[in-house]
């Protein structure tokens, strides 16, 4: 296959849409966490040095254990450092000095009226009489309990209807574990905080390439007229990592890969790339849409005999040359456990649009390379002219979505060779986003944290695409409780899961490779 680049040729008609948040107040539950010290502090502080948040703004970091404010904000100079920017040093303090520390229980009452002090002196001493952010980033056992907490304190309580909406609530997948405690916790949210207040964010839909889709599909004339079963075969979904458990074990190992990955990242990606065109890029208009796309997807068959869902967990193999333990040998792993670490299903949508288009959808640990991408197969053309030259069966065209490791937009196409009178091959004509734009993309948690700030939901999912999915995918857990046994285990470092492509070949076709 063949690269062909385009080129940006006219910078002028850059239509951009940027917005600053205003004064705000952000208070960050679970301030220890890996992720709080990789991604949320350093992308405030991307944002804060950016200017496109006020200085009219302070940070609480708030857990159990005892640390004076120069101890936490050493902490998030030395992962701001590790995360690898390098604006640390120009404003460093303008943003360290409004970072500060709350200790607490996070269910008792106490912590809640320390935190209601600090933050009226704090609102006074940065003039900041706007937003009130509460992130949680804390087990999902833990974020009712503080959801309730936060209510009876009155630090987040009541936002009147009708009113803006300046208190907040950020919370992180996985949203439940399953139908009834994802309504459960939906009920324990909803005592306090309005839907237009919640905010639960995936950070996939924080990613360039996925926010692109849309952008792709109603910004251009060229693909929509296509974008139905007419013309598209089927679509793939993948989300391949090379790394393991990693030092998450405990978490993971009750999770597993359908919780963890399919039932957020991978059907919010599905829903952009199969609902339809929202009324207006209005954040309920959007979701609106992806939360009937949600609805409309047909029930799976959890019997294996089936293959319609199909897991897998990894065993010992190789990683970059190295070798890597099985998934039951890493540290905090049950030895005995039955967690899939990888997911493939075969989902029909029930729609005008996409009646009889496969969508297959994979995820797993520990494969032979990170790739996260959506490819779009188009049908074959019905009748080959070249028969006559012993063309019969052209490939197909296949646009591809790649959103890590190298962001871009992929479509294939069939062109004849200089040379000889009929000689074909594949192009490719290629996007490559940083190449195209010359500029990193940004990391995910700044878009999504800007948009909190500024009261934006479209990237966030709302409660009505949450149970869908779970409905949909009730009876496969039921089934894989029962019948825990049946897990195939893959070698670490493999491209190929039999089962998986068992269940793609079923219905004729192949995995695009990882
Ligand atoms: C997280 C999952 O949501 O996404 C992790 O909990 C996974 O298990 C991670 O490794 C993958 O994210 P990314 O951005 O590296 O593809």
Not at 179 to 207: N, P, T, V
Not at 217 to 230: T, V
Request: with cysteine; charged share 25%.
């Amino acid at each position: 296959m063949k690269e062909i680049f385009p080129i940006l040729r006219d910078r002028r008609p850059m239509l951009c849409i940027e917005t600053a948040a205003g004064p705000s107040a952000v208070v960050v539950f679970g301030a220890s966490g890996d992720l709080t010290h990789r991604k949320l502090f350093p992308s405030l502080y991307e944002l804060f040095s950016g200017d496109l948040i006020s200085k009219q703004f302070y940070l609480i970091g708030c857990r159990r254990s005892p640390l004076s404010d120069l101890q936490f904000r050493r902490g998030i100079q030395d992962a701001n450092g590790a995360s690898g920017s390098d604006k640390w040093p120009a404003q460093s303090e303008a943003f360290l000095e409004r970072c500060f520390y709350v200790q607490g229980d996070y269910r008792s009452a106490e912590l809640y009226r320390l935190l209601q002090d600090r933050m009226a002196q704090l609102d006074k001493q940065f003039r900041v009489d706007g937003v009130r952010l509460f992130y949680l980033s804390v087990p999902p056992k833990v974020v009712e309990d503080i959801a309730e907490r936060l209510a009876e304190s009155k630090l987040a309580c009541p936002a009147a209807p009708g009113h803006p909406q300046n208190v907040r609530l950020v919370i992180e997948k996985p949203f439940g574990r399953d139908l009834k405690s994802a309504i459960e916790l939906d009920r324990k949210l909803h005592l306090c905080f309005q839907e237009s207040q919640i905010y639960r964010i995936d950070h996939y839909l924080g990613k360039e390439t996925v926010q692109n889709i849309l952008v792709f599909r109603f910004a251009n004339s060229l693909f929509e007229p296509l974008w139905n079963r007419n013309y598209i075969d089927h679509v793939q979904i993948t989300i391949a990592e090379s790394l393991g458990v990693e030092h998450r074990a405990g978490y993971y190992d009750q999770t597993g890969a359908l919780r963890d990955m399919f039932q957020n990242h991978m059907l919010q990606m599905l829903s952009l790339v199969a609902m339809e065109p929202p009324a207006s890029f209005a954040a309920d208009h959007v979701r609106d849409e992806k939360a009937k796309l949600l609805r409309s997807l047909a029930p799976v068959s959890p019997n294996p005999q089936d293959m319609q869902i199909v897991r897998a967990q990894y065993g010992p193999g190789i990683i970059n040359g190295k070798p890597a333990v099985g998934y039951r040998q890493e540290k905090g792993v049950d030895p005995q456990s039955f967690t899939e670490t990888f997911v493939a299903a075969r989902l029909m949508v029930d729609n005008w649009r996409w009646k009889g288009v496969p969508f297959y959808l994979r995820t797993g640990k520990r494969l032979s390379r990170k790739l996260t991408e959506i490819v779009v197969v188009f049908k074959s053309i019905p009748h080959s002219l070249f028969q006559d030259v012993g063309i019969e069966e052209m490939p197909q065209n296949v646009l591809r979505f790649q959103i890590q490791p190298q962001e871009g937009t992929f479509l294939s196409l069939q062109a004849k060779r200089p040379g000889s009178k009929i000689c074909m091959s594949t192009l490719e004509m290629a996007v490559d986003y940083q190449k195209v734009f010359g500029v990193e993309m940004p990391e995910a948690y700044q878009r999504l944290l800007l948009d909190c700030l500024i009261g934006d939901q479209t990237l966030f999912t709302r409660q009505d695409s949450i149970i869908p999915t779970w409905e949909l995918l009730q009876p496969i857990i039921d089934q894989w409780i029962y019948n825990r046994e049946d897990i195939y285990i893959y070698q670490s470092g493999t491209s190929k899961i039999d089962p998986a492509d068992k269940l793609i070949q079923k219905t004729g076709h192949y995995w695009n490779t990882i």
